[in-house]
């Protein structure tokens, strides 16, 4: 079947503690991204990858690091999570046009 | 990117059809026309994408006028279980892949 799985689906964590959120795609797609959801503010875009070792910035990456050492995997990466990145996180994957998105991962930074 | 504006919300009853209509004036000639559905802490899903007339799939119908300054997606039938947040969005088809600007997009209420 074809899916985007993130894990965790559910985080709470403190203020400082480095956290990874996996994701992963088994469509062999070139492009993945990540993105944000807050209630008023919509989906925001971190980062975008184009393809294994190149990726680039989205609408909102401060405080977020990305890597693509393989091409299924985009794991998103808090160096020190605080408050503000209390946020619904959705990876999604593509090949050209349709995006598909994981199930999402709720990350309550306290 | 073209900006899009759509109603904030609907409501309709089960067993109508639902036409959703999205404005954006400035779209540009190698804009795509794309709507997502988002049900309550779910990722977004594809639902239907165009450029110009008519594109119809198992789920959706979506209308573009010539000028193709608005567009219209059209729910068939609605029931319960489209609910959901529908997402209009206007991006050129290479870049449809890895960067979306999401709206607010229109809630959608169907009743029994």
């Known amino acids: 079947e074809a899916q985007v799985t993130q894990n965790p689906r559910y985080l709470i964590t403190v203020t400082g503690k480095k956290l990874t959120v996996t994701c992963s795609q088994n469509?062999?797609?070139?492009?993945m991204s990540w993105y944000r959801q807050d209630p008023g503010l919509g989906l925001r875009q971190i980062y975008y990858s184009m393809n294994v070792e190149v990726t680039d910035k989205g609408d909102v990456p401060e405080g977020y690091k990305v890597s693509r050492k393989e091409k299924r995997n985009f794991p998103l990466i808090l160096e020190s999570p605080s408050p503000n990145q209390t946020s619904l996180y959705f990876c999604?994957?593509?090949?050209?046009?349709?995006?598909?998105f994981g199930p999402g991962t709720r990350l309550t930074v306290t | 990117l073209a900006k899009t504006t759509q109603p904030i919300s609907m409501d309709s009853y089960e067993g109508q059809e639902v036409n959703i209509t999205c404005s954006h004036n400035n779209i540009a000639t190698n804009d795509y026309i794309t709507w997502y559905q988002q049900f309550p802490s779910q990722g977004p899903r594809f639902i239907i994408q165009g450029y110009k007339t008519k594109v119809t799939n198992e789920v959706a119908s979506l209308f573009i006028p010539a000028d193709r300054k608005s567009s219209t997606l059209s729910l068939p039938r609605v029931s319960l279980s489209d609910t959901a947040v529908y997402y209009c969005l206007v991006v050129p088809l290479m870049d449809s892949s890895y960067k979306l600007i999401f709206g607010s997009g229109t809630r959608l209420l169907v009743r029994p």
């Open positions: 999604a994957s593509s090949a050209l046009g349709e995006q598909y």
């Open positions: 469509m062999n797609h070139e492009y």
